[in-house]
């Protein structure tokens, strides 16, 4: 069987925030946007990939996005774009949910139910109407985009601990959580039941297969796990994952796992790198370091067309192709 390609040229830089970044989306198919959040209590909006940077030897650098989101008072933590495009959601520290217009800039609902910082977001429902949320409160909310009501439609109080990670699979009416209490959860919507694995050390990430049948987990332990608990598969010493939340996705059809990590912590000339793992083999299929100034890549995102983002501590987002 032929080794996974995985592509790591340099394509764009985005230094268009001056604060850790720890939320990268981009636009739905074709996914010609990036929606990154910060600790900077802003969301911005930028092209994922400059026209030019096909034809550059070296990553095009961005500094100024096409538009900026600020209603936040405390760091962005996550964000979720539509299917649409003309809306999207986003949570952080000041414990509010907002949906935001695209093309007018301005937020359309804000719900304030959280008692606690809110860590994920996801849409959900016909015409993603409703929006749902994950807080250190330790509720999973669900609100509906179309009331006129400020409270939430739903509220989940099975985790002990933040509910850090959220993914949505609509085709079978589920909805996957993963919680510092070491649990991930998956809500049947439709049968109106949980099923709990337990993985004893706290989730950091969850996301689901396309298909809805495998689930991916990173945990404080510095190991990724695939189906939840039967086929963990320990990485390379240089991948850390120890301290922070730090997210990862699948991509390439659901071929590769792709994931952030931190920085080792006993030697300040390495910087942080992001991990790419075949997910039948368990072997790393790509390493990309950052500089040394890049304590921790936190989040990333994969794009269809090729694309994939990472956002890091010092406040760059760096895209590769």
């Known amino acids: 069987m032929p080794a996974i390609k995985f592509p790591t040229r340099h394509l764009h830089n985005l230094k268009t925030h001056n604060a850790p970044v720890n939320a990268v989306t981009f636009s739905s198919y074709p996914g010609t946007y990036i929606l990154t959040g910060s600790s900077d209590r802003a969301i911005h909006l930028s092209r994922a990939v400059p026209n030019n940077a096909g034809n550059s030897t070296q990553p095009v650098e961005t500094i100024t996005p096409i538009q900026r989101y600020e209603a936040h008072g405390y760091s962005v933590l996550d964000v979720a774009v539509a299917a649409d495009n003309a809306r999207f959601a986003s949570v952080g520290g000041d414990r509010q949910v907002f949906l935001w217009d695209v093309e007018q800039g301005s937020t359309t609902r804000r719900w304030t139910g959280h008692t606690s910082r809110v860590e994920a977001v996801q849409f959900a429902g016909d015409g993603d109407s409703v ?52 649990h991930v959860r998956v809500y049947d919507v439709r049968m109106g039941r949980t099923t709990d694995d337990v993985l004893a050390h706290p989730v950091t990430s969850i996301r689901c297969s396309a298909d809805g049948n495998v ?100 406040g760059t987002v760096r895209i590769f192709g």
């Open 131 to 182: 929006v749902i949320t994950g807080s250190a409160d330790t509720t999973v909310n669900l609100w509906d985009t179309r009331s006129k009501d400020y409270k939430p439609i739903q509220s989940l109080t099975e985790a002990s601990d933040t509910v850090s990670s959220l993914h949505v699979h609509m085709p079978s009416y589920s909805i996957a959580s993963g919680s510092y209490d070491g």
């Open 215 to 314: 689930l991916l987990a990173s945990t404080l332990d510095g190991y990724i796990q695939k189906d939840s608990i039967s086929h963990a598969t320990k990485p390379r010493h240089t991948y850390r994952n120890a301290e922070l939340r730090v997210r990862s996705v699948f991509a390439q059809g659901d071929g590769v796992v792709l994931s952030g990590s931190e920085a080792a912590k006993n030697d300040t000339s390495l910087g942080a790198a992001v991990f790419a793992w075949d997910v039948l083999t368990g072997e790393v299929v790509a390493t990309v370091p950052m500089d040394e100034k890049v304590k921790v890549v936190s989040c990333v995102a994969w794009n269809p067309s090729g694309h994939w983002a990472g956002g890091c501590s010092d």
